[in-house]
T-cell receptor, first 114, second 112 residues
Framework: DAGITQSPRHKVTETGTPVTLRCHQTENHRYMYWYRQDPGHGLRLIHYSYGVKDTDKGEVSDGYSVSRSKTEDFLLTLESATSSQTSVYFC?????????????FGPGTRLTVL | GENVEQHPSTLSVQEGDSAVIKCTYSDSASNYFPWYKQELGKGPQLIIDIRSNVGEKKDQRIAVTLNKTAKHFSLHITETQPEDSAVYFCAASGGGSYIPTFGRGTSLIVHP
């Protein structure tokens, strides 16, 4: 998993509650990404980061915010969870050396919003 | 933006047969095409990739081919084994953006 951990691995929560998912990497890579995976949709980018405190929106960012106060941690927050945010969430890193595009994924967090 | 179409969505083969998964992309500026394998309950794992200056790349039983003119690329798995059963994703990126666009995935089932 390229030194990537995600926590929690599973979470069940109720509609309207805040949820924070954590992605932690051990190799000081500059680029980090959050995706959601849903049946029939593949992987869709939520937000990404290109450095500490530098983040930008992806394709499906509505209802999500992110923060990156340290190189190793990238947090994804659902301010008020909705049932449509039930999904599997993957964090990815891109080493970025020599301009490479390759992304490496974490093990995922399965989130259920009741 | 880039659009990646992947076919088929499901592929069922007998052990020992070959499997081919095809993807097309829309942005002629794309120049990097990775393939990922995702086993149940795990994150996608990179299995092979190809860049636009190469037409074919092999790694043991898997190979990827790229046709830039037609804007399509394919994953070929020979001598399939039950452990090849997984969901496979293609992706395309380039043209100054390092953010890939993914296909919707192919569920490969290899029957013993």
């Amino acid at each position: 998993d390229a030194g990537i951990t995600q926590s929690p691995r599973h979470k069940v929560t109720e509609t309207g509650t805040p949820v924070t998912l954590r992605c932690h990497q051990t190799e000081n890579h500059r680029y980090m990404y959050w995706y959601r995976q849903d049946p029939g949709h593949g992987l869709r980018l939520i937000h990404y980061s290109y450095g500490v405190k530098d983040t930008d929106k992806g394709e499906v960012s509505d209802g999500y915010s992110v923060s990156r106060s340290k190189t190793e941690d990238f947090l994804l927050t659902l301010e008020s969870a909705t049932s449509s945010q039930t999904s599997v969430y993957f964090c990815a890193i891109r080493p970025g050396d020599r301009g490479t595009d390759t992304q490496y994924f974490g093990p995922g967090t399965r989130l259920t919003v009741l | 933006g880039e659009n990646v179409e992947q076919h088929p969505s499901t592929l069922s083969v007998q052990e020992g047969d070959s499997a081919v998964i095809k993807c097309t992309y829309s942005d002629s500026a794309s120049n990097y095409f990775p393939w990922y394998k995702q086993e149940l309950g795990k994150g996608p794992q990179l299995i092979i990739d190809i860049r636009s200056n190469v037409g074919e790349k092999k790694d043991q039983r898997i190979a990827v081919t790229l046709n830039k003119t037609a804007k399509h690329f394919s994953l070929h798995i020979t001598e399939t084994q039950p452990e090849d059963s997984a969901v496979y994703f293609c992706a395309a990126s380039g043209g100054g953006s390092y953010i890939p666009t993914f296909g919707r995935g192919t569920s490969l089932i290899v029957h013993p």
